[in-house]
């Protein structure tokens, strides 16, 4: 049987004192150099720009280098840094974007935008627009135009006129108060946001609580409190406004006690009374 020819292309280096079966074995075992996927890590982020923005944001590619992506996380670990979100965030911090404000409207000529983030970032942006009481849009507009601003982009940002801020509130509340909340706001046609607020309002007045807080008036809900709640409890969310929350912070502060405790007892005496109306 002829002997098989070697690939005259194949080229084998063999260090002095070794043979070619040890080189070949070497290679064999050697383990490849494979480069980790890192698209896995990122998050799918989308927002709606107005045309403003979206201009400003080819002028900063072109006036920057970067690309897009470089850009958002940029503006948006800026705008993290400006509100003192911390720069590290816990391996199990929410990344859901806070829908925009209530009865806000997109205009038609917006421009849908959708980046992969750095899961810091996304939770950064996440931490953000719920402190600004902003939805997920809105903040990734406000973050873009402050590092625009910051690294002397050419354009401006017409500034659209928003509904008064609006504050992320999140309280536990009693799984029964949970109950009679949704089943109300179904019964009379009525959203739990609106339940939620004004029932906070009447409760605060009745405590003697201003109707209209003064300017400048905490809004920063207590950490700590009286805890009286026992039994199953339910998450409930709110966009208060800012004189609602200020007014939340108030009765809080004066009763000692938590804002969960203050919602949940409010929510049960207003639902007291909702209860003796007619369906809507």
């Known amino acids: 049987m002829p002997r098989k020819q070697s690939d005259p292309q194949s080229v084998s280096f063999v260090e002095p004192g070794s043979s070619p079966a040890a080189a070949q074995a070497g290679r064999a075992e050697r383990r490849l150099r494979v480069r980790e996927v ?34 958002w996380e940029a503006a948006i670990n800026l705008l993290a840094d400006q509100h003192e979100i911390r720069k590290r965030m816990p391996a199990g911090a929410d990344l859901t974007l806070p829908r925009p404000i209530e009865n806000r409207t997109f205009d038609e000529d917006t421009v849908k935008a959708t980046v992969r983030l750095t899961r810091n970032t996304r939770a950064r942006l996440a931490a ?17 135009n402050a590092w625009f601003d910051q690294q002397s982009v050419p354009g401006e940002r017409t500034v659209p006129e928003r509904p008064p801020t609006r504050h992320f509130t999140k309280v536990m509340i009693g799984d029964a108060t949970s109950e009679r909340l949704g089943r109300e706001s179904k019964r009379l046609k009525r959203t739990a946001q609106s339940v939620v607020e004004e029932s906070i309002n009447r409760y605060a007045s009745r405590h003697g609580v201003p109707e209209t807080m003064p300017g400048g008036s905490p809004v920063t809900l207590p950490r700590t409190g009286r805890a009286s709640r026992h039994g199953g409890t339910a998450s409930a ?12 912070v108030s009765v809080c502060e004066l009763q000692s006690r938590t804002a969960s405790d203050v919602v949940d007892e409010a929510l049960s005496d207003y639902l007291d009374h909702l209860e003796t109306l007619p369906p809507a």
Not at 135 to 140: F, L, N, Q, T
Not at 237 to 248: C, P
């Open 237 to 248: 969310t709110a966009r208060l406004t800012a004189n609602t929350r200020a007014r939340l």
């Open 38 to 71: 890192q698209w896995t890590n990122l998050h799918s982020t989308t927002a709606r720009l107005d045309q403003d923005t979206d201009d400003r944001l080819t002028a900063a590619v072109e006036h920057t280098g970067k690309g897009v992506q470089d850009i």
């Open 128 to 144: 953000a627009a719920s402190r600004l009481g902003l939805g997920g849009s809105e903040a990734v507009v406000e973050a873009l």
